[in-house]
């Protein structure tokens, strides 16, 4: 039995367009290196080539003005997190998305429960609309003892305070879009940073953040399909950095945590089009077939595409399986 | 420890030692402060107490967190935790110890890195490390490393390499594989190791305490709360455990680990540390952030387990060691109630000791106890050598030696008393003869029907003199054997003479006849106040025969009396004459004040006796004969008024005679009572003549109990039934209620309510001749319904009192034959029972079983029966 906890944040999902950053930065600075200045306990900082995404609470969204660069997703979302409660079941090493895909993925992509996923260094986070919060918990609670966090407390939901408004569970067969996948070559590291020594990182953080479209004097013209992904979290107190190795060069080593094997990720982008919010079963199609390879993996959902992050070694062996499965969903 | 919070850590094993770490890790010495004050770089610490800074070690660059290690070898062996999550063991200072050696420099590096927030030696498996980490998703956070085996294991690569230059360093001296690996998907902020069990572990991890058993870690034992920093055991009691969140702390018992026992009261700042003191049991210590004070707190006396309607005791204090705020504290690990405090700011370390709480008791045999930390002291009053030494010796311990010498139970000759109570207190001697006069007048009164004088008889001279009603007779009379008229007026009325009786001067009679007084003073061998009062009498001849007797009768020949007698015959009443005025001047040097005052008599002007009315060395009695014979009716009242007020304000007993035994008299004894806390004689005095109404007070009524606590208290069990008997006569209203029956099992009527029932069926069936027949009621059997009453769990018979109330014939016999023994005997037959087990029988059947058994002596029944009475095992200290 594993436990599901409701984390006590509210969320928002938004998007400030790459030319509308400059009238961002003196939030996005407040949030991300003045900690005390600010009651954001969940703030995500995504920059994909597309835009940034930012997953924030609502203290956080409070510093953002509306603004024409600004989009903003209508709904909350409540983060929740799986946690073995002790009962270590050693059988698979993979983590993060995979863990759960059986579990939890794959029951709420059967429910129509649309979900966003944010992988960090120290934990997965699967956001739902709040909305969706009763179906969630009536879907999962045969499988997770599920506790709601209320200031601090985590506090178990009784199943009889759901209500069953499953009008949207019908059980009609998931529609199969698949999506097309872009797998660039950068080198990604996972990283984590004591909070304290942020202030020694901050010019890094800045440049790497707000200043990658400013040209650099080494051309890149080696890696012209690399594309710019960079993502930086900041929750519960917990740092997690997400950067391809060109950027991990340009801060000092001895401050990054990271495995101490050193592994490196590879990157799978699902979507051509802007995949929307309302769409279900993107994070189940991926994460299946991973699961049932037994590979790790980390999966980050941003405004406009999801990213899944592999093993570089596993990287062969997922291209086959997302071959595999294109031409299954093709002849059916 | 991140740059700026230090923090201190006290050596295992050498109590002068301890370790403070911010960015780097100082190693200090604290000694006394005049052996290192030669010494230049000694810091001091206290007024007696300096600290040497002996090493520095800054090898290790971003700790978070570190812990000494408990062996005695290697000293000094430390294990830092750093903000990526590796784990150095570092030394301080030069250790020429091999093991420490090859131990030091090396690294235990998690998979995956993160902040170490904790570390925790195994206290019994010194081997064993468990380090506290962040959250990873994909590992555990808390880590258990074996120091040891993984060394061991590549000892011989090393010492092979040893011969080469180690070509990398860290494969020799980093380890990478915990022995255990527990907690996963959760940070763990805080671990201690249960002294219950060194397999045990409990750690606070994000959302809750759990405890991990390394004998089987996919379990464990959780509990969800927020109170999860800090978790520390208490060394004195291996289930209790503190944890604390945010500005509150938690008392957990681990056997009753659903939910704190205990809260504190929450501080508005957030905790920093919370330690347990190691030696003083439940006594901890909290230290809030920005705080320049540490608050402790006192479970002592909590009950454990806190059962959950206790109301729990903790008494909660606060030390400020100095001005400046406090970034750490750590109790020295032996010497008592001490501790280090480091300042936040600058490291400056101040060595002080928490003073214990110094609780005191009083016993109810004048012994003061007080204990203060381990200390214990005994204060007992010197026994007194001698009678000088009486005066001086507590209240509690009079009252208890005239307890013993059955003071105040002299009912007949009341004025014996005061020598029951030793005979040396004038004010007990005064009060017992008032008392004397008034019970004996009152009493003869009664005999002789007078009407309505009792009611002023107890009612005091003050109320006596303001009833007299203007029949006042004023005489000149003449000096007795001369012809000489005297210009001295004396007054006559009723009133006035029963207040000379009162004060013992006349007996009952119209004449006012001192005669027999003065022979009993003669007897008594007080000449002067004999003399003074012939006297006042008008009678010089007898004073100076008086005073020529008590010359004669005193072996050493009292000059005084001598001279006296003289100066009294050469008394005249001329104004003018030397005489007078060389008498007026010179009495003031003599030292008697009877002899003064017989002067001052005789040379004041009429009315004008001041010097004879405020002397006050005279008793009381005397002075107030004195006035009620020679003050006027206007002159009278005033002066008792003003002697009345004096007396109560003074708490002095003989005023009693002025008050009697009236509210007033209780005003007066509350004052003496306050003074003295003499509830011993206040109780007797109340209680010997006082109306109803003045025994009700509750004054009276709590001098009273206070005195029967107190008998109790000694254990003169004895002297308090003397004593309630004597309230029961005394004060019919005292007797209590019945409040025990024994009921009979089947009919359930009181088997004592028959019995007193019984005299009337009795006396009907003897009157028909039937008395002795099987009808008569055995007193095995109940009286009501003549079944058979319980039987005694080891004789096997049925009880029953014969001694229950038989009245009628026989009682004289039957008063006489009470005996000591036959009392016994008597009380042998009683019925006892336990109230727990309900089994019982006879008393003393009982009494002798529990003097070799414990348990009950029915068969199969365990209780233990005796042991549940508290005071059963207690003996009277007073015979009965």
Same mark, same amino acid.
């Given at each position: 039995?594993?436990?599901?906890?409701?984390?006590?944040?509210?969320?928002?999902?938004?998007?400030?367009?790459?030319?509308?950053?400059?009238?961002?930065?003196?939030?996005?600075?407040?949030?991300?290196?003045?900690?005390?200045?600010?009651?954001?306990?969940?703030?995500? *900082?995504?920059?994909?080539?597309?835009?940034?995404?930012?997953?924030?609470?609502?203290?956080?969204? &409070?510093?953002?003005?509306?603004?024409?660069?600004?989009?903003?997703?209508?709904?909350?979302? =409540?983060?929740?997190?799986?946690?073995?409660?002790?009962?270590?079941?050693?059988?698979?090493?993979?983590?993060?998305?995979?863990?759960?895909?059986?579990?939890?993925?794959?029951?709420?992509?059967?429910?129509?429960?649309?979900?966003?996923?944010?992988?960090?260094?120290?934990?997965?986070?699967?956001?739902?609309?709040? &909305?969706? *919060?009763?179906?969630?918990?009536?879907?999962?609670?045969?499988?997770?003892?599920?506790?709601?966090?209320?200031?601090?407390?985590?506090?178990?939901?009784?199943?009889?305070?759901?209500?069953?408004?499953?009008?949207?569970?019908?059980?009609?067969?998931?529609?199969?879009?698949?999506?097309?996948?872009?797998?660039?070559?950068?080198?990604?590291?996972?990283?984590?940073?004591?909070?304290?020594?942020?202030?020694?990182?901050?010019?890094?953080?800045?440049?790497?953040?707000?200043?990658?479209?400013?040209?650099?004097?080494?051309?890149?013209?080696?890696?012209?399909?690399?594309?710019?992904?960079?993502?930086?979290? =900041?929750?519960?107190?917990?740092?997690? =950095?997400?950067?391809?190795?060109?950027?991990?060069?340009?801060?000092?080593?001895?401050?990054?945590?990271?495995?101490?094997?050193?592994?490196?990720?590879?990157?799978?982008?699902?979507?051509?089009?802007?995949?929307?919010?309302?769409?279900?079963?993107?994070?189940?199609?991926?994460?299946?077939?991973?699961?049932?390879?037994?590979?790790?993996?980390?999966?980050?959902?941003?405004?406009?595409?999801?990213?899944?992050?592999?093993?570089?070694?596993?990287?062969?062996?997922?291209?086959?399986?997302?071959?595999?499965?294109?031409?299954?969903?093709?002849?059916? | 420890?991140?740059?700026?919070?230090?923090?201190?850590?006290?050596?295992?094993?050498?109590?002068?030692?301890?370790?403070?770490?911010?960015?780097?890790?100082?190693?200090?010495?604290?000694?006394?402060?005049?052996?290192?004050?030669?010494?230049?770089?000694?810091?001091?610490?206290?007024?007696?107490?300096?600290?040497?800074?002996?090493?520095?070690?800054?090898?290790?660059?971003?700790?978070?967190?570190?812990?000494?290690?408990?062996?005695?070898?290697?000293?000094?062996?430390?294990?830092?935790?750093?903000?990526?999550?590796?784990?150095?063991?570092?030394?301080?200072?030069?250790?020429?110890?091999?093991?420490?050696?090859?131990?030091?420099?090396?690294?235990?590096?998690?998979?995956?890195?993160?902040?170490?927030?904790?570390?925790?030696?195994?206290?019994?498996?010194?081997?064993?490390?468990?380090?506290?980490?962040?959250?990873?998703?994909?590992?555990?956070?808390?880590?258990?490393?074996?120091?040891?085996?993984?060394?061991?294991?590549?000892?011989?690569?090393?010492?092979?390499?040893?011969?080469?230059?180690?070509?990398?360093?860290?494969?020799?001296?980093?380890?990478?594989?915990?022995?255990?690996?527990?907690?996963?998907?959760?940070?763990?902020?805080?671990?201690?190791?249960?002294?219950?069990?060194?397999?045990?572990?409990?750690?606070?991890? /994000?959302?809750?305490?759990?405890?991990?058993?390394?004998?089987?870690? $996919?379990?464990?034992?959780?509990?969800?709360?927020?109170?999860?920093?800090?978790?520390?055991?208490?060394?004195?009691?291996?289930?209790?455990?503190?944890?604390?969140?945010?500005?509150?702390?938690?008392?957990?018992?681990?056997?009753?680990?659903?939910?704190?026992?205990?809260?504190?009261?929450?501080?508005?700042?957030?905790?920093?540390?919370?330690?347990?003191?190691?030696?003083?049991?439940?006594?901890?210590?909290?230290?809030?952030?920005?705080?320049?004070?540490?608050?402790?707190?006192?479970?002592?006396?909590?009950?454990?387990?806190?059962?959950?309607?206790?109301?729990?005791?903790?008494?909660?204090? $606060?030390?400020?060691?100095?001005?400046?705020?406090?970034?750490?504290?750590?109790?020295?690990?032996?010497?008592?109630?001490?501790?280090?405090?480091?300042?936040?700011?600058?490291?400056?370390?101040?060595?002080?000791?928490?003073?214990?709480?110094?609780?005191? +008791?009083?016993?109810?045999?004048?012994?003061?106890?007080?204990?203060?930390?381990?200390?214990?002291?005994?204060?007992?009053?010197?026994?007194?050598?001698?009678?000088?030494?009486?005066?001086?010796?507590?209240?509690?311990?009079?009252?208890?030696?005239?307890?013993?010498?059955?003071?105040?139970?002299?009912?007949?000759?009341?004025?014996?008393? /005061?020598?029951?109570?030793?005979?040396?207190?004038?004010?007990?001697?005064?009060?017992?003869?008032?008392?004397?006069?008034?019970?004996?007048?009152?009493?003869?009164?009664?005999?002789?029907?007078?009407?309505?004088?009792?009611?002023?008889?107890?009612?005091?001279?003050?109320?006596?003199?303001?009833?007299?009603?203007?029949?006042?007779?004023?005489?000149?009379?003449?000096?007795?054997?001369?012809?000489?008229?005297?210009?001295?007026?004396?007054? /006559?009325?009723?009133?006035?003479?029963?207040?000379?009786?009162?004060?013992?001067?006349?007996?009952?009679?119209?004449?006012?006849?001192?005669?027999?007084?003065?022979?009993?003073?003669?007897?008594?061998?007080?000449?002067?106040?004999?003399?003074?009062?012939?006297?006042?009498?008008?009678?010089?001849?007898?004073?100076?025969?008086?005073?020529?007797?008590?010359?004669?009768?005193?072996?050493?020949?009292?000059?005084?009396?001598?001279?006296?007698?003289?100066?009294?015959?050469?008394?005249?009443?001329?104004?003018?004459?030397?005489?007078?005025?060389?008498?007026?001047?010179?009495?003031?040097?003599?030292?008697?004040?009877?002899?003064?005052?017989?002067?001052?008599?005789?040379?004041?002007?009429?009315?004008?006796?001041?010097?004879?009315?405020?002397?006050?060395?005279?008793?009381?009695?005397?002075?107030?004969?004195?006035?009620?014979?020679?003050?006027?009716?206007?002159?009278?009242?005033?002066?008792?008024?003003?002697?009345?007020?004096?007396?109560?304000?003074?708490?002095?007993?003989?005023?009693?005679?002025?008050?009697?035994?009236?509210?007033?008299?209780?005003?007066?004894?509350?004052?003496?009572?306050?003074?003295?806390?003499?509830?011993?004689?206040?109780?007797?005095?109340?209680?010997?003549?006082?109306?109803?109404?003045?025994?009700?007070?509750?004054?009276?009524?709590?001098?009273?109990?206070?005195?029967?606590?107190?008998?109790?208290?000694?254990?003169?069990? /004895?002297?308090?039934?003397?004593?309630?008997?004597?309230?029961?006569?005394?004060?019919?209203?005292?007797?209590?209620?019945?409040?025990?029956?024994?009921?009979?099992?089947?009919?359930?009527?009181?088997?004592?309510?028959?019995?007193? +029932?019984?005299?009337?069926?009795?006396?009907?069936?003897?009157?028909?001749?039937?008395?002795?027949?099987?009808?008569?009621?055995?007193?095995?059997?109940?009286?009501?319904?003549?079944?058979?009453?319980?039987?005694?769990?080891?004789?096997?018979?049925?009880?029953?009192?014969?001694? $229950?109330?038989?009245?009628?014939?026989?009682?004289?016999?039957?008063?006489?034959?009470?005996?000591?023994?036959?009392?016994?005997?008597?009380?042998?037959?009683?019925?006892?029972?336990?109230?727990?087990?309900?089994?019982?029988?006879?008393?003393?059947?009982?009494? $002798?079983?529990?003097?070799?058994?414990?348990?009950?002596?029915?068969?199969?029944?365990?209780?233990?029966?005796?042991?549940?009475?508290?005071?059963?095992?207690?003996?009277?200290?007073?015979?009965?």
């Amino acid at each position: 039995m594993m436990d599901l906890h409701i984390l006590d944040h509210r969320l928002r999902v938004t998007s400030i367009s790459k030319s509308g950053l400059e009238h961002f930065t003196h939030p996005l600075i407040k949030l991300i290196f003045l900690r005390n200045r600010t009651r954001c306990k969940f703030f995500s *900082l995504t920059e994909t080539p597309e835009n940034f995404t930012l997953v924030l609470d609502e203290e956080g969204f &409070k510093e953002l003005q509306p603004s024409e660069h600004l989009q903003v997703e209508s709904s909350t979302w =409540l983060p929740l997190n799986v946690v073995s409660n002790g009962n270590v079941s050693s059988s698979s090493q993979a983590v993060g998305v995979t863990k759960i895909a059986k579990s939890v993925i794959a029951p709420l992509a059967q429910q129509h429960v649309s979900v966003f996923m944010l992988s960090t260094y120290q934990t997965d986070f699967i956001l739902v609309r709040e &909305k969706d *919060l009763s179906v969630v918990v009536s879907t999962l609670k045969e499988e997770f003892s599920i506790y709601q966090e209320v200031e601090g407390e985590s506090v178990p939901v009784r199943c009889q305070d759901v209500t069953h408004n499953l009008q949207k569970n019908s059980k009609e067969a998931i529609q199969l879009t698949v999506h097309p996948v872009l797998i660039p070559p950068n080198q990604f590291c996972v990283m984590s940073l004591d909070p304290d020594t942020l202030p020694s990182i901050a010019t890094t953080l800045i440049d790497v953040l707000f200043y990658s479209s400013s040209p650099k004097e080494e051309s890149p013209d080696q890696e012209l399909d690399c594309i710019k992904f960079f993502s930086f979290s =900041l929750i519960d107190g917990y740092i997690s =950095l997400v950067m391809d190795s060109e950027a991990q060069r340009q801060f000092p080593s001895d401050l990054l945590f990271t495995s101490s094997s050193g592994e490196l990720w590879r990157m799978v982008r699902i979507g051509g089009q802007p995949l929307g919010f309302d769409e279900c079963g993107i994070v189940a199609q991926i994460s299946q077939p991973l699961a049932d390879g037994d590979i790790s993996a980390y999966y980050i959902s941003t405004f406009s595409f999801d990213h899944v992050l592999v093993p570089e070694e596993d990287i062969v062996s997922v291209m086959g399986m997302l071959q595999h499965h294109r031409k299954e969903a093709a002849t059916s | 420890m991140s740059g700026s919070k230090p923090d201190i850590l006290w050596s295992p094993h050498h109590p002068d030692r301890y370790v403070i770490c911010d960015s780097e890790l100082g190693l200090y010495r604290i000694g006394p402060v005049c052996s290192a004050e030669t010494k230049p770089g000694s810091l001091p610490l206290s007024e007696e107490t300096a600290a040497t800074l002996l090493a520095i070690n800054s090898d290790t660059p971003y700790m978070k967190c570190v812990a000494w290690y408990p062996k005695q070898e290697p000293e000094c062996l430390l294990a830092v935790g750093q903000a990526n999550g590796r784990v150095v063991l570092t030394s301080l200072g030069q250790s020429h110890n091999a093991a420490c050696k090859e131990l030091v420099g090396k690294e235990f590096v998690p998979k995956h890195a993160r902040q170490c927030n904790t570390l925790a030696w195994n206290p019994v498996d010194s081997n064993l490390l468990a380090a506290g980490l962040d959250k990873h998703r994909a590992d555990f956070s808390v880590l258990i490393w074996d120091i040891s085996s993984k060394f061991a294991a590549e000892t011989g690569v090393a010492a092979e390499k040893s011969r080469l230059p180690p070509m990398d360093l860290d494969s020799g001296t980093t380890v990478t594989k915990p022995l255990y690996e527990i907690g996963q998907n959760d940070a763990c902020l805080s671990l201690c190791w249960l002294l219950r069990d060194p397999k045990l572990l409990l750690a606070g991890m /994000h959302r809750n305490l759990a405890i991990f058993d390394l004998r089987n870690t $996919s379990q464990k034992t959780f509990v969800n709360t927020k109170a999860i920093q800090g978790v520390a055991v208490d060394p004195h009691f291996h289930d209790r455990v503190a944890s604390f969140f945010e500005g509150q702390v938690a008392i957990w018992d681990l056997r009753k680990f659903e939910k704190p026992v205990l809260t504190l009261t929450e501080q508005p700042k957030p905790l920093t540390k919370v330690a347990w003191c190691p030696t003083r049991t439940g006594l901890l210590a909290t230290l809030t952030r920005d705080s320049n004070i540490i608050r402790l707190y006192d479970m002592q006396h909590t009950p454990t387990p806190i059962g959950d309607e206790t109301e729990p005791t903790i008494i909660e204090r $606060s030390v400020k060691p100095g001005e400046s705020q406090i970034g750490s504290f750590a109790w020295h690990p032996s010497s008592q109630n001490r501790m280090v405090v480091v300042s936040a700011a600058n490291r400056a370390m101040t060595d002080f000791t928490v003073f214990e709480r110094i609780s005191l +008791a009083w016993s109810s045999t004048s012994s003061l106890m007080w204990a203060c930390g381990r200390h214990l002291y005994d204060c007992m009053e010197e026994s007194a050598e001698g009678a000088e030494r009486a005066a001086e010796k507590d209240i509690a311990t009079k009252m208890r030696q005239r307890a013993q010498s059955r003071y105040g139970h002299d009912t007949v000759q009341v004025w014996r008393n /005061h020598l029951l109570a030793g005979g040396n207190d004038p004010q007990l001697k005064s009060l017992w003869y008032d008392l004397f006069y008034i019970l004996q007048w009152s009493a003869e009164d009664a005999e002789l029907k007078l009407p309505g004088n009792k009611q002023s008889l107890y009612s005091g001279i003050k109320n006596i003199v303001k009833s007299s009603s203007g029949k006042e007779v004023s005489s000149r009379r003449c000096w007795i054997g001369s012809e000489r008229q005297t210009d001295v007026p004396r007054y /006559h009325s009723e009133e006035r003479s029963l207040a000379l009786r009162l004060c013992g001067w006349v007996s009952r009679g119209s004449d006012i006849d001192v005669e027999t007084f003065l022979r009993s003073l003669e007897q008594e061998q007080e000449w002067e106040r004999a003399a003074a009062i012939a006297l006042f009498n008008l009678d010089i001849r007898r004073a100076i025969q008086i005073l020529n007797r008590g010359l004669s009768s005193s072996p050493a020949g009292d000059l005084n009396l001598n001279v006296v007698a003289m100066a009294l015959s050469g008394y005249t009443d001329e104004k003018a004459s030397l005489w007078r005025e060389m008498c007026s001047s010179l009495r003031l040097q003599l030292k008697n004040p009877y002899l003064c005052i017989m002067f001052a008599f005789l040379t004041s002007e009429p009315g004008a006796y001041d010097a004879v009315l405020y002397e006050s060395s005279i008793a009381v009695r005397d002075r107030v004969a004195f006035a009620c014979m020679f003050l006027s009716d206007a002159q009278l009242p005033r002066y008792i008024e003003k002697l009345t007020a004096e007396m109560k304000d003074a708490g002095n007993l003989e005023g009693l005679l002025l008050t009697g035994l009236t509210k007033d008299g209780v005003d007066l004894m509350e004052s003496y009572v306050d003074i003295t806390g003499d509830v011993q004689t206040a109780s007797f005095c109340m209680l010997k003549g006082s109306p109803g109404e003045v025994l009700k007070d509750p004054r009276v009524q709590c001098w009273i109990e206070n005195y029967r606590n107190l008998l109790d208290a000694w254990r003169f069990w /004895h002297k308090r039934a003397e004593f309630d008997i004597l309230r029961g006569k005394l004060d019919p209203s005292s007797k209590p209620l019945a409040q025990v029956f024994v009921s009979c099992n089947f009919c359930g009527k009181s088997i004592s309510y028959s019995c007193s +029932a019984l005299p009337h069926q009795g006396r009907g069936f003897s009157q028909y001749g039937v008395s002795g027949s099987p009808t008569k009621s055995k007193v095995t059997s109940c009286p009501g319904c003549r079944k058979p009453l319980p039987r005694c769990a080891l004789c096997l018979m049925n009880m029953g009192t014969p001694v $229950s109330n038989c009245p009628g014939a026989g009682k004289s016999e039957e008063k006489a034959d009470l005996t000591r023994e036959n009392k016994l005997a008597k009380f042998n037959n009683w019925f006892t029972w336990c109230h727990n087990c309900r089994h019982g029988g006879h008393a003393g059947h009982m009494l $002798s079983w529990f003097r070799d058994h414990t348990e009950c002596p029915v068969s199969a029944c365990t209780c233990k029966c005796m042991q549940l009475d508290t005071t059963g095992n207690l003996v009277p200290s007073d015979s009965s």
